[in-house]
């Protein structure tokens, strides 16, 4: 085991509060607040935001105005703005609203690749490599992920030597980093460890990325067991907001409150201000008109003691 004292110096956290945090929730989001959301964590130090998606809104409601957010953000310096992207009319829609970074998303298994997009994982690879092309020659940066990559809802635990696979195939395609996602919150520290063993055997740590739904409560021991493996990109989403419309039985993904809170506590740094953080959360309580289930959002910085 890695002592906690070989932790990475630093983490880059990809905020995917707007994106997937708000793409299942059944309240329908202003773009006005989306905007003010997206720009509140900006304000707090994030510089890598997943704003939207270029799907069908028809499939996913709450992406519908995803071209009128991108067009309403004002550029800054050192922030990064993506957008998932499932096939190439997807990327055009991005292209025709500045998006400098996009991200496309398969599975581990053909069950949920059909499920969410319709396509075999064969199927999907084949559309995304050429995504990644366009999107790469028009000076793109094209981020890979691969959803259930522990456990799939419909087909059991995932094979870790598909997920190997995927991941690869991503990276040779052209991805600049592969994001690998527990989307059913199922996984476990030993699992996430031995999953990443695996690939870190042919791909470079700062080539792959997490992200870990806490819907059984093991979000932030898989987001440190992943540390303990050199990972040093890790997603999260403000609030804790979160699911899957596509995986039935899905919460929130790990709270980014709750993820730095942890970080900053054991010296590794983010680059965030957490109070700040929690502001861009509480705007979106108030427009949502409930509480956030973020651990630290509700209870605060220890006081005593």
């Given at each position: 085991m890695i002592p906690l004292a070989a932790l990475p110096g630093e983490v880059r956290l990809v905020e995917v509060g707007p994106r997937d945090g708000?793409?299942?929730?059944?309240?329908?989001?202003?773009?006005?607040?989306?905007?003010?959301?997206?720009?509140?964590?900006?304000?707090?130090?994030?510089?890598?935001?997943?704003?939207?998606?270029?799907?069908r809104p028809d499939r996913v409601p709450q992406m519908a105005d995803t071209e009128e957010v991108f067009r309403r953000l004002r550029p800054r310096e050192g922030v990064t703005y993506l957008a998932l992207v499932p096939n190439l009319r997807g990327l055009e829609?991005?292209?025709?609203?500045?998006?400098?970074?996009?991200?496309?998303?398969?599975?581990?298994?053909?069950?949920?690749?059909?499920a969410n997009i319709g396509l075999t994982v064969e199927e999907s690879l084949r559309t995304f490599r050429e995504v990644v092309g366009q999107a790469r020659g028009a000076g793109m940066l094209v981020r890979g992920y691969v959803s259930v990559a522990w456990w799939c809802p419909y087909?059991?635990?995932?094979?870790?030597r598909a997920v190997r696979r995927v991941v690869l195939e991503l990276l040779e395609m052209g991805c600049h980093d592969a994001g690998v996602a527990d989307t059913v919150g199922a996984?476990?520290?030993?699992?996430?460890?031995?999953?990443?063993?695996?690939?870190?055997?042919?791909?470079?740590?700062?080539?792959?990325?997490?992200?870990?739904?806490?819907t059984r409560g093991t979000g932030l021991a898989n987001v440190l067991a992943a540390l303990q493996m050199g990972i040093t990109t890790v997603d999260a989403s403000a609030g804790g907001l979160g699911g899957c419309p596509f995986a039935p039985g899905a919460l929130g993904n790990v709270a980014t409150e709750d993820v730095v809170y942890m970080l900053h506590g054991m010296g590794v740094r983010t680059g965030v201000d957490l109070d700040r953080l929690c502001d861009a959360s509480r705007l979106l309580e108030a427009a949502l008109g409930r509480r956030l289930p973020s651990r630290y959002l509700q209870a605060g910085p220890p006081r005593g003691g």
């Open positions: 708000l793409q299942n929730d059944p309240q329908a989001v202003s773009t006005d607040v989306k905007v003010a959301f997206i720009e509140s964590l900006a304000d707090a130090g994030l510089r890598w935001i997943e704003v939207g998606s270029f799907v829609r991005a292209a025709a609203c500045g998006v400098r970074a996009v991200a496309v998303f398969t599975a581990a298994t053909d069950a949920f690749a059909r087909s059991g635990r995932a094979d870790p996984a476990t520290p030993r699992e996430v460890q031995e999953l990443l063993d695996l690939l870190l055997r042919d791909a470079a740590a700062e080539r792959l990325g997490v992200h870990f739904h806490d």
